[in-house]
């Protein structure tokens, strides 16, 4: 099989990965962004100003990441993925005030209009397909929700997309297979490949219900952060 699974088979073969490397999956984030990722995490939530009146969904939760941030800003939390073991190693380090499911991102287990919040980390690649998941977001958002979304990206400048492109492309993946699992360090900068353009994915939460659609930039475009509203 190659590196990036075939359509019917993305589900199973993603969810089986991120059982594979949840034990090693928090220091390989922390080993691969330089620890960068956890502030993007926070400048996001600060950004959507979370607060104690919110009731926030981390959507593809992985190991709470997330969860974590916007509950020590005093927000109910629910964390849900259709990873098993992510799910258990969420367990352990999340507060139980935290809600852990399991659960999939097509089909929430959550009533409409029931959440304020809803952040997600590096997933978008990930789903079987994005759009759909918008939906849903959108669906289970209250009028007025905000939405969060971090992701890798590409940078502009020539230089700094040379550079990343190596560094992401050859060193990630040996990275991964001395430190975790070489498939899923191969998987990770090929699924970029399963990304929107930018004005595809602004039409695709602006059909899902959502405007006031903002891009934010990390260290020259490595990373991104997408914002929006429910309509």
Same mark, same amino acid.
């Given at each position: 099989m190659g590196v990036l699974p075939k359509a019917h088979e993305k589900a199973e073969v993603v969810r089986t990965m991120f059982d594979r490397i949840a034990p090693s999956y928090?220091?390989?984030?922390?080993?691969?962004?330089?620890?960068?990722?956890?502030?993007?995490?926070?400048?996001?939530?600060?950004?959507?100003?979370?607060?104690?009146?919110d009731t926030v969904l981390d959507l593809a939760c992985g190991t709470g990441d997330f969860a974590v941030v916007a509950q020590n800003r005093g927000a109910r939390v629910i964390a849900l993925d259709f990873a098993g073991a992510m799910l258990l190693a969420a367990q352990e380090r999340c507060p139980a005030s935290i809600t852990l499911t399991r659960g999939d991102a097509l089909a929430l287990p959550l009533a409409s209009e029931s959440i304020s919040v809803a952040v997600s980390g590096f997933a978008l690649r990930n789903f079987v397909a994005i759009s759909p998941v918008l939906e849903e977001l959108g669906r289970v958002l209250r009028q007025g929700g905000r939405l969060g979304l971090l992701e890798v990206d590409s940078p502009q400048s020539s230089m700094l997309r040379l550079g990343h492109g190596f560094y992401f492309r050859k060193v990630v993946p040996v990275l991964g297979a001395l430190l975790?699992?070489?498939?899923? @360090?191969? @998987?990770?900068?090929?699924?970029?490949? @399963?990304?929107?353009?930018?004005?595809?994915?602004?039409?695709?939460?602006?059909?899902?219900?959502?405007?006031?659609?903002?891009?934010?930039r990390h260290l020259g475009g490595v990373a991104q952060s997408i914002t929006a509203v429910r309509a």
């Open positions: 928090d220091r390989m984030n922390r080993i691969i962004t330089l620890g960068l990722d956890q502030r993007w995490r926070r400048s996001l939530i600060a950004k959507l100003e979370v607060s104690n009146g975790s699992d070489g498939r899923a @360090y191969r @998987y990770l900068p090929a699924s970029t490949d @399963y990304l929107p353009s930018d004005q595809e994915l602004e039409e695709m939460l602006e059909s899902a219900g959502f405007k006031s659609i903002e891009k934010q």
